[in-house]
């Protein structure tokens, strides 16, 4: 693990790995600090390399408690790694079945105010899911994994022909059809779905197969927030519905949701949004689906949408770092015989092929 580190930094365990990479937490001996510590290789070629560099200088044009920090690029031993805050929270996909009501409306909260200072900068994060909010020794939600997001007029960046990136399940309509757009849009629609995944633990369309979660984002009308959840107030499906516009000229920010959360007091939060301890599996893809799916839909720039990358650890997730394929289960029927019929079926297959044999030897004896 030693050599996995910049020097100056003592590894203390790995937190996530793929074919390209690792995330390390470490510490800073200097100061003494717990840092995480993405690393790629050289060898892991120039479009993962670029992604990390942009994603530091992406985090060191911003300053606020909601994103997480960047302290330093190291670039040397045939490797560039990128030295970022610890948020010993972990991610809020796997933290999100032991939330509370009042923690989850905080987190949108929070998740607010950060696209906020980012957007204020002129940056689109582009890939806002549970996997790339973490939670601080607090928990407070902070916004981490900026590799998909882009410096205003960096025109360096621009995805090549047609190609989709972003994370399927929240991906803006226009995000599908026109993929060089970064307007701050695209971020609000996508909080529009992680808003739907706190209050009613639910996908905002109608129960997809897999291949039709695109569909659903151009052409499906969202579902009442309050039919999914019928102890949240019904004045929240219009607010959600401006959310997930699919002009993103008309489409609101979540400012108007936010005022309308901090009107409820916290401690009544807990009860519109019972703890259940594990998200709903009852709505395809629901919470349980919802939450494991984001950690693994993430699409490279240049991927086509059908590649997906896993991410198994909460802190600083990279899609470079986890390459694999998007896989779904399906029920396939298998023929079975009833036991007590097995000895007839075997019967009569017998008899049968005595009596093919039969005639196939007739046949030849008269030829």
Request: hydrophobic share 45%.
């Amino acid at each position: 693990m030693t050599d996995a580190v910049p020097s100056g930094y003592d590894a203390i365990r790995v937190v996530g790995r793929g074919a390209t990479g690792t995330v390390m937490l470490a510490r800073q001996r200097t100061v003494g600090r717990l840092v995480a510590i993405k690393t790629i290789h050289h060898s892991a070629g120039a479009g993962a390399i670029g992604r990390l560099r942009r994603e530091a200088v992406v985090l060191a044009q911003l300053n606020s408690p909601h994103i997480i920090p960047v302290y330093q690029l190291h670039d040397a031993d045939h490797r560039l790694s990128l030295v970022m805050a610890w948020a010993p929270g972990g991610d809020l996909a796997a933290a999100l079945p032991t939330l509370a009501g009042r923690h989850r409306v905080q987190v949108l909260l929070d998740v607010a105010m950060g696209l906020a200072a980012a957007h204020s900068r002129g940056i689109v994060h582009r890939d806002l899911k549970p996997a790339n909010i973490v939670l601080d020794d607090g928990g407070r939600a902070v916004l981490a994994d900026f590799g998909l997001a882009r410096l205003p007029r960096a025109t360096a960046y621009r995805t090549a022909g047609n190609l989709v990136t972003g994370t399927p399940l929240y991906l803006a309509p226009e995000q599908i059809t026109a993929p060089d757009l970064e307007a701050p849009a695209l971020d609000w629609y996508a909080y529009g779905v992680l808003a739907y995944l706190l209050l009613a633990n639910a996908w905002p369309y109608a129960t997809p197969d897999w291949k039709s979660v695109t569909r659903h984002h151009l052409e499906s009308a969202p579902l009442p927030v309050s039919t999914l959840n019928p102890r949240l107030p019904v004045g929240l499906d219009p607010l959600l519905s401006a959310l997930l516009d699919k002009d993103p000229d008309r489409r609101a920010d979540p400012d108007r949701l936010c005022r309308e959360i901090v009107a409820i007091p916290l401690a009544e939060w807990d009860r519109l949004i019972p703890l259940t301890g594990a998200p709903s599996a009852g709505r395809a893809p629901a919470a349980a689906a919802l939450v494991a799916s984001t950690a693994a839909e993430t699409t490279d720039p240049g991927t086509p949408i059908g590649r997906a990358e896993p991410s198994p650890e909460p802190q600083a997730r990279d899609r470079d770092d986890h390459p694999s394929e998007t896989t779904a289960t399906v029920d396939v029927p298998v023929f079975t015989v009833p036991r007590g019929h097995r000895v007839l079926w075997l019967a009569t297959a017998g008899v049968l092929g005595a009596l093919l044999g039969l005639v196939l030897y007739l046949i030849w004896s008269r030829m």
